[in-house]
């Protein structure tokens, strides 16, 4: 399909959830799980996501590509997904 998936990408910083790697650019993904089923849950779950991105700097070793980030919270009811291109002037 033109992509590589890797799933549990391991770092010096952590584990990646997953990273589809594409001809021009990365996608890196991280997956919480609520609880609960109350939608501020998922979205704390998904801030969460985001801040563990970019305090284990998962991104630091893609930065010659373009790189995007995805945030995935999910619960028993529901699951709410959220994408970011990455500021890259890290």
Do not use: P, W
Not at 32 to 40: A, F, I
Request: charged share 35%; with cysteine.
């Amino acid at each position: 399909m033109g992509f590589d998936i890797e799933a549990i990408n391991v770092t010096n910083q952590g584990e990646v959830d997953s990273i589809i790697k594409i001809e021009n650019g990365m996608l890196i993904i991280e997956i919480k799980y609520s609880k609960t089923e109350d939608e501020k849950d998922l979205r704390k779950a998904i801030d969460r996501a985001f801040t563990q991105i970019h305090e284990k700097k998962y991104f630091e070793k893609y930065l010659k590509r373009k790189v995007n980030l995805l945030a995935i919270a999910f619960n028993r009811k529901y699951n709410l997904c959220e994408f970011k291109k990455l500021n890259q002037s890290y």
